[in-house]
Each structure stands twice: as structure tokens, then as C-alpha cells.
């Protein structure tokens, strides 16, 4: 299982936190939701182990999170990339044996779609949450096709890959149209 925490601090005295958590038999990837005081000594412990993703107004105080665009990004290159492996593979296939049928790629939202919480102030942090957790069931998705083809296993192993390949490190946060 992987975990994320979104985090926004909309207002200069509340924090608000979406936990997003990804694996195998989860009933739901919208793990936990949580606005606090900014002064709450509980916040930390909530960020700890999990992938950061900030909004912009929260960098200024967690520092730059990982990009949600950028898994975006990331799952529509490793995509392409396994499309052209596959398309590769029947090339080489004698004439006779060119019936195999093309892997069937989830869509991959390249968007957030605008959500709206219960409560106002985690509208932001539940907007990059679910698009993150769209993503990383994707992902899984993905991962699940590549390793039901033998001849894309070596692409990345034969164990599922927890996130795609170039993604997790830290940059820049990603900033929601209002």
C-alpha cells in the first residue's frame, strides 16, 4: 500500500489534510480527511510515511510536495512506453501469429476535476486528493496489464511497480484555477 497526504492551509489558522491510500483490496483510497487548528501538534504525525503533496498556499509552510501533475505525466509516458513495447513485440511475431490483442489503458486524467467538500476550506486539498487517487488506481490498472504480458514483464519486473517510473521526488505545487 502507498499513502499520500494532501495538504492545504487555506486560512492562515486552519491546515486541512486529505489522506489518499492505494494497494490491493483497499474498499476505498480516500483515506482520512482532517481540518485542524495550524497550531495543532497532531499535524506532523499525520504526515509522517506518506508522499506530501501541497497546494500552493500550503508550501510556504510543508515546502514544495510532489506533483500531482507530474504522476499525471509520468503514467501517460510509462504508457506510451509499454504501448510501443507491445506494438514492438507484434512486429516481430511472425504474420501468422500478429492476433494478439492491444493491452486496454485505463483513461488517465491529466486534470484535477474541481471537488467541493462539506466543509469549504478542504475543497482544494479533497481536489488534488482524488485526482491523486484516480491516478494511482490507474496506475494499478496499468500495472496489472503489464504483468498479464510476458513480454512486458521485463519492463518493470515481475512484481507491480508501486508508482511509475520518475515520479515521488519533490517539485513544484500545483496551483488550482478557482
Given at each position: 500500500m502507498r499513502g499520500i497526504v494532501v495538504v492545504d492551509q487555506p486560512v492562515e489558522d486552519r491546515v486541512v489534510g486529505w489522506h489518499v491510500n492505494v494497494g490491493e483490496g483497499l474498499e476505498s483510497t480516500m483515506a482520512?480527511?482532517?481540518?485542524?487548528?495550524?497550531?495543532?501538534?497532531?499535524?506532523?504525525?499525520?504526515?509522517?510515511?506518506?508522499?506530501?503533496?501541497?497546494?500552493?498556499?500550503?508550501?510556504?509552510?510543508?515546502g514544495r510536495g510532489a506533483d500531482v501533475g507530474a504522476l499525471a505525466m509520468a503514467i501517460v509516458a510509462e504508457t506510451s512506453t509499454l504501448d510501443a513495447a507491445f506494438a514492438a513485440h507484434v512486429a516481430a511475431l511472425p504474420s501468422s501469429k500478429r492476433t494478439l490483442t492491444s493491452p486496454r489503458w485505463p483513461r488517465i486524467p491529466t486534470r484535477p476535476t474541481r471537488e467541493v467538500a462539506g466543509d469549504p476550506l478542504a475543497s482544494d486539498a479533497l481536489t488534488l486528493a482524488r485526482w491523486a487517487s484516480q491516478l494511482l488506481a490507474a496506475w494499478d490498472r496499468?500495472?496489472?496489464?503489464?504483468?498479464t504480458?510476458?513480454?512486458?514483464?521485463?519492463?518493470?519486473?515481475?512484481?507491480?511497480?508501486?508508482?511509475?517510473?520518475?515520479?515521488?521526488?519533490?517539485?513544484?505545487?500545483?496551483?488550482l484555477a478557482a
Open positions: 482520512g480527511a482532517w481540518v485542524l487548528a495550524a497550531d495543532d501538534v497532531r499535524i506532523d504525525r499525520l504526515l509522517v510515511g506518506r508522499i506530501l503533496v501541497t497546494t500552493e498556499k500550503a508550501a510556504v509552510r510543508f496499468i500495472e496489472k496489464e503489464r504483468l504480458r510476458p513480454f512486458l514483464v521485463p519492463r518493470g519486473g515481475d512484481v507491480a511497480r508501486a508508482l511509475p517510473p520518475g515520479w515521488g521526488g519533490a517539485s513544484a505545487p500545483v496551483v
